[in-house]
């Protein structure tokens, strides 16, 4: 990833590992500790100590301006099989997959050949930049089926700067309680929006006055209000907030359009961190 010894891999790579060692590819293998993870990006970076002719970081490209049918290579160990190159295209965007951290949304999808060993590794543009990172299949057998995903490389070079400045990843966060579970409630009455359930003391949502569910005397979820939209971004879910909230970073301003007895109400909101 850089000139510092940090290496990408998957979170589902190196979870359940107790040590982790990394072979570069002149067959010099050095023992690596964890720099730190994000579960819910399915990334985590290790740390190695290469004093002498580091191997240079791959550029880095944007996932942004992908376009379906682009050409991809994905680079990996499938099976085993040390240094495997594939290529294929980019045969669909903005896929989502359940993660050990809760959803991975906008994936990148792909048909170039990915197996398992394959986790963790680049997956290229034609010009050999960085677009993402290879990290999952769909296949009922387990073996490539054509349907290969990778974390595209603008979630990544948002979370791993963080993950090697302090091992973890602030998400931005509105500070609002929330649960997907109450998405099916708002349909049945009719409406569209993500239900505030509580504000965090101090939050983004707190300071603009969000006003949170009640319960009724009949122990029924009584609506507050109900986050509708981000900066003209329609929200209906709980996983739509979720991704919407992934494209921003801490500290910054967005519009927070909220629905309020009934009457549409825009708000502006500083993004805190979770």
Do not use: C
């Not at 990394?22 to 990006?41: M, N």
């Not at 963790?120 to 995903?149: E, K, Q």
């Amino acid at each position: 990833w850089d000139d510092l010894g940090h290496v990408v891999t998957n979170y589902h790579v190196v979870a359940d590992a107790s040590e982790a060692l990394i072979r570069l590819a002149d067959e010099r293998t050095y023992r690596a500790s964890l720099a730190g993870s994000s579960p819910e990006h399915d990334l985590a970076v290790l740390r190695i100590g290469v004093g002498v002719d580091r191997p240079p970081p791959l550029p880095i490209g944007t996932s942004a301006d992908l376009q379906v049918g682009q050409k991809v290579f994905a680079i990996g160990n499938p099976f085993g099989l040390d240094w495997t190159l594939t290529t294929g295209i980019v045969s669909a965007l903005e896929r989502q997959l359940p993660s050990a951290g809760g959803t991975i949304t906008g994936l990148i999808q792909t048909d170039a050949a990915i197996n398992p060993g394959n986790s963790g590794g680049p997956l290229l543009d034609s010009a050999g930049r960085l677009i993402g990172v290879n990290t999952a299949i769909y296949s009922p057998s387990g073996s490539n089926a054509g349907v290969g995903f990778a974390v595209p490389v603008d979630t990544v070079n948002r979370v791993v700067p963080q993950l090697v400045a302090r091992g973890r990843y602030a998400a931005p966060s509105l500070g609002i309680h929330v649960d997907a579970r109450t998405d099916g409630l708002v349909r049945r009455l009719g409406l569209e929006g993500v239900m505030v359930l509580g504000t965090a003391t101090g939050s983004a949502a707190d300071r603009i006055g969000l006003r949170a569910a009640t319960v009724g005397e009949d122990g029924a979820l009584v609506p507050g209000d109900l986050v509708t939209g981000l900066d003209g971004t329609a929200i209906t879910t709980v996983d739509e907030l979720r991704a919407v909230l992934q494209r921003y970073d801490v500290g910054e301003t967005v519009t927070v359009e909220v629905l309020r007895d009934g009457r549409p109400l825009t708000l502006e909101a500083t993004l805190g961190a979770t």
